[in-house]
């Protein structure tokens, strides 16, 4: 009935002084649960609310079954990078100030994407501390608990923030709903790239790791057809969009910043500018920082102090070469994903020229 009603139906009471009471205790409840709600709405929610897709928008070129599909990209006997919580940051501290915590803020992708050099490029910074490794907790531990989780975090002062990255979060779906149930407020950051020139890099990786791999054009295509074979992995993950819809139910776009992959490695002070923009931290990472290394390719990292002069660059893993691959065979995985581009442009509001 609610209020109202029970307030229109006072007359039913059989005085006056009674019906002031009713209608004074009625409000007064009112008002005690607007200021609860108002207060503590977003605490009360133990279980994350499905949102309506924001900025999804129709595309006649793009096949609806293969960005709907729920089945995740399959990541099984993949090497993982073992988990290091010991950041470094706090050691001279006393214990009793440091703590281990929760990341306020995650590197959910994609894989090549540029998320360890992000993380190493964070970590510069005085204010942050980075679990090492990837936790996969979300996609692959979640049975263990978020005791076991926190435990993986390095430990931190109150003033610090936490963060940790899992390139595969972004490709599983269950993901953003275990996110948004540790915390709303959790501050995401996804690294994209060419998604033609990320297959390649990931086709490179692919090689270095395993033996009797196939050709490129083999894993690529259907039976050596103009047919792109959207079943490969390599080839799913770069379908930013398909993964990008479950990610915009639960987290509004001023909680997740896409930064541009390839622009980290050309300009790497401007991209960490707008990462140190959007989580709050002072601007210390600036061209100071890196120096670029002409016999690798890309950029090092260094401290600013003057007794610190020594870079820092990237394991012998990153900066591989790719291998060569048709320009026909280019130009025809970027007729594919050309649809798909357009869709993740609109839904993250930017456009990364990829077509």
Known sequence: MGYCGIINNLRVLPSSRARWKLFLICTM??????FIYYKFGDRLTAFPVRRASQG???DNHISRGLLHEKNDVDYAGEELEEVDSDDGHGEDLPDEQLRRRFPQAIIIGVKK?????????????PDVVAAGGEPHFFDRNYEKGLDWYRNLMPKSTENQMTIEKSPSYFI????????????NLTKLILLVRDPVTRVISDYAHVLEKRVNVSSFETMAFKNMSAVV?????GIRISLYAKHMVNWIQYFPLKRLLVVNGDRLIREPAAELSRVQDFLGLRKLITKKNFVFD???????TTKAEEDYKIPHCLGKGKGRAHPVVRPELIQQLKK???PFNRMFYKMVGQDFGWD
């Open 29 to 34: 409840l009112c008002f005690c649960g607007y």
């Open 56 to 58: 999804v928008t129709s």
């Open 113 to 125: 994407g540029g998320t360890g050099a992000l993380r190493d490029f964070l970590r510069l910074h």
């Open 172 to 183: 599983n779906s269950r993901v953003p709903a275990r996110i948004h149930a540790m915390s």
């Open 229 to 233: 074979n959207s079943e490969w992995t």
């Open 294 to 300: 002409t016999e690798k390719g890309f950029y090092c």
């Open 336 to 338: 594919f994903y050309k």
